[in-house]
Structures are given as C-alpha cells and as structure tokens.
C-alpha cells in the first residue's frame, strides 16, 4: 500500500517535468508504435498494456513498439499532445485530458448521468462510441477503446454529513467543466490544482476537499491528509485508449486487426479494474485511519438534486455538438429504463 502510494506520488511528480525519453527512430522496414500512459505498476491499468504488449509480440507485424506507461514522457497534456503529433502513436487518457480536445467530453462527467455500471456500459457503448469516435477522429484520433475508472466520491480534511458541509470550503477540482460546476453548485470555492500539488494543497489547507475515483484515494495516500470520503458516487469516470489517426489509417487492414486483437476485449478490460477497484473500497472501508461514510437516501437526494441542476450549464460550456449529444443520452436513459 505504502508502495503504491510513493510511486503514484513520484510519478505524478515525474509526469510535470516534461518528457524525459528522446525519440528513437524505427528500425529499417517496420513502423513505429510509442505507446504512452500513466499508469503504476501491479495496478490492472498498467497490468492492461503489458497483456497488449505480450499478445502483440506474438502477432504477424511490422510494427516496432515501445512501451513508456509509467509517465516517462512527461504529463498528459504534454503526451496527448505528442500523439496528435504522431511522436506518440497510441496512449491512454483520461476524459479529463481529452475533454481539452474534445469538449463534448465532458458531458460523461456529468454528475449522476448514471446509476449503475451496467447502465454506464449500456448507454456508452450503445449510443455514444460512434459519435464520440467521430469528433475524435475530426482532431486527428482514433478511438479504439474504452477505459475504466470508477466511481467518483468526495473527500475532504474534516467530517461530510452532506453538501451543506462544503460550502465555502476550498474544493480541488481538474480543468474540466463538470468537476467545476458540481464543486460551485455545493457552494464551495472550486480551486484548480494538479495532482503533483494536490497532497501540500490539503496540508497547507490551500483545498480541503476533492472529488476522486477509490483507485486514486487509496493507492496514492490521499486518505492520510483527507481520511473522510463520502460515497457519493457522482460520477461514472472513464477513460479512453486513443491513436493518431494518420498513422492508424496508414497501417494495413492486417496489422490494425492485429492491434485490436492485443487490445482484448471491452468486457475483459473492464472486469478486470472493477473488481481491483471492488477490492480498494473494502480496503477503504477496513483502515482505521479513514471514515467512509454512505450518505443515506435523504441526504444522496441532496447530492443528487444538486448535481443534476449542473447539466443545463454543463451542456452549453462542452462544445457546439454538446447540445446534439445530450438528448441523445436521455434518449438512452429512456431504454434503459423499459
């Protein structure tokens, strides 16, 4: 556990300095494949690449891959902007991260757009994948997969009975607009700080309370500044496994297959991480040192009322097809439902 926590906490560190690998060119004859990501070893993220990685070696392919999955090439904004570049051929990213490309993104992050995984499943890959692929592919990525995070719950320094308890309290939310608007419609002060800044922010109580999936607070140690997590379950958090588009269009039918193949399936990637992500919050809910609390049915309304007066102003700041893809959600939560 404490393991974890300092190489999560050094490779967020790492990960804002910049790129730390120089590009090395292909070998004569192949084609070259930089993988990138930010993942922590025996986590099933990183343990995900390294099972693309073994089953890649064993396909027919002139690809010549390098795998940089622990943040060697510096901090998301710094690799996806690589990709786009095609310095890097293929990473994974958070919606966070390419909600800076494709706004429209950020409406997955709208708080409880969805009750359970299996409804988050159903609508995403059902009704979203095709037009999410398509504004990807209009900035020059491919969408090949989806990722999984978890639910998102809010931490904080001191005792959470409720929303009223954030209120004019110091919140740290991620650049993107969904985190923010929930963070102001709790009434707190939303305050924008990186990862690598997060820990002295709660010590110096420049931000007394966040908004995080179980994997991060646990694995990185956010309980030891911050041990009171209410399981708000706001948000259904993804991920997204990406390429440059050029160069996935410029590879043969065969090699793409291929590719895909190595990729393993939707269902196999998720299960995997959900049931890792099961075993934090028991791990959670066993530590001493941390109070979780489930809020009750009275007070989740709170949360939920709350989050869901965000959508009207989420949609208008999350791009010009926000609006398009919006109803196309409520169209999928209409056949959830039947």
Known sequence: MRRLA????????????????????????????????????????????????ERLSQENHDLAPEFFLTGQLGSEETVLSGLRRNRIQMGGFSLHGLATVVPELSLLLAP??????????FVIDGYLTEVYAELLADRGIELLAWSEVGWNHVYATRPIVGPAS???QAMRASNAEAPRLFA??????SINVTFAELHTALQTGMVVSGQSGIGMYVMTGLGREAPHLHLTGHVYDTGI???????????????????????GTQAEGREAIR????????????????????????VLAEWRALGLATHPALIERSGPRAAEIYPLIEQANAAWAE
């Open 6 to 53: 300092v190489c999560f906490a050094t490779l967020a560190l790492l990960a804002g300095c910049g790129p730390a690998e120089t590009e090395r060119p292909a070998a004569s004859g192949t084609t070259p494949l930089r993988v990138a990501a930010l993942t922590v070893p025996d986590t099933p993220w990183y343990d995900t690449w390294r099972r693309f990685e």
């Open 112 to 121: 409880y757009l969805f009750e359970s995984q299996a409804h988050a499943d």
């Open 166 to 168: 954030l209120r004019g």
């Open 184 to 189: 102001e419609a709790l009434g707190a002060r």
């Open 241 to 263: 496994t990406v390429a440059n588009r050029s160069w996935w269009l410029g590879l043969s039918d065969e090699t793409r297959e291929a590719i895909r193949r190595s990729l």
């Open 275 to 298: 049931e890792h992500l099961l075993r934090l919050e028991e791990e959670a809910l066993a530590d001493p040192r941390l109070t979780v609390t489930q809020p009750t049915e009275e």
